[in-house]
């Protein structure tokens, strides 16, 4: 099997990456513990680094931002009302928002952080500089409201549009039950997250350490059965020359939500927002044709 020149090149990629945030501390560093002397600029540091390598490598329509998805309850497409029941829906700000600004508008942007209608959001990740035990289950939970917010149409499950990428991503971690193995760790959470009933797009696709391990959810097979119809979560630990694996199925999952077929068909998103203010008609004149 071929391939190790992208593996080689995503393997420099994910080192120079953790090389940078290991020059940031080197220049600021922490007296006491490991990691740079401002914790909260510890973490945006990181924030910023990964969004600006995954800039590197997306589709030029695709922006890598920080912010808020809103979802109105207004008119969608050309007359549909299905929203007109709900209430308007925002969620708690997000690290990192992919969103397809070549396709959909965006409410309000300063610089990098947007508040932005669901339709466009390919995917939703979270980023810790140090990924500790007591923050995975908080963050996947605030995953899942996002991407319960993008749920945009309103047909059967089997004819929805796919859901965005979700991840938790870290340079570091420190999970504190050292008498079981990290992935057990990991996958006995989401368990307690998500339950039976749960929706596959809304349960977590990737949860990691970029320097050393992962635990990444499989896609299922095309033809869903009651036997097969089960979210598998997988665990990877890396050797050095294998960092580019996280890296790499990061890359993947955002680029497979924005490809897949399901998202192809371009509605107009909930932009706007009329009051029921009668209008009167004051003419009308002829047409030929509509178009």
Known sequence: MDGKRLQAFWN??????????????????????????????????????????????????LEVLTGFILRPAVKLGDNNRSRSKMKDLHTTQLDIIIYDSGTYPVFQRMVDTV???????IAVLSVKKTLRDTEIQAECNALLEASQACRCDEVSPECRRRGPFLALVATASDLADKQKPKEENVFEKLQTLYGSGSVFDDMIGFVGDLSGWHVFKARPPARITSSNKVAKYMYVELDDDELHQGFQYILSGILSVYYDKT?????????????????????????TSLR
């Open 12 to 61: 420099q990629e994910v080192k120079s990456l953790l090389a940078v945030y290991r020059q940031f501390e080197t220049l600021l560093p922490n007296s006491k513990t490991a990691g740079a002397e401002h914790r909260g600029e510890d973490g945006r540091y990181v924030e910023t680094l990964l969004r600006s390598y995954l800039q590197k490598y997306l589709p030029k329509d």
């Open 263 to 287: 998202r192809s068909g371009v509605k107009r998103p909930g932009y706007t927002a009329f009051a029921s203010k009668p209008a009167s008609m004051i003419g009308k004149i002829a047409f």
């Open 115 to 121: 508040i932005v209608p669901p339709e466009g959001v």
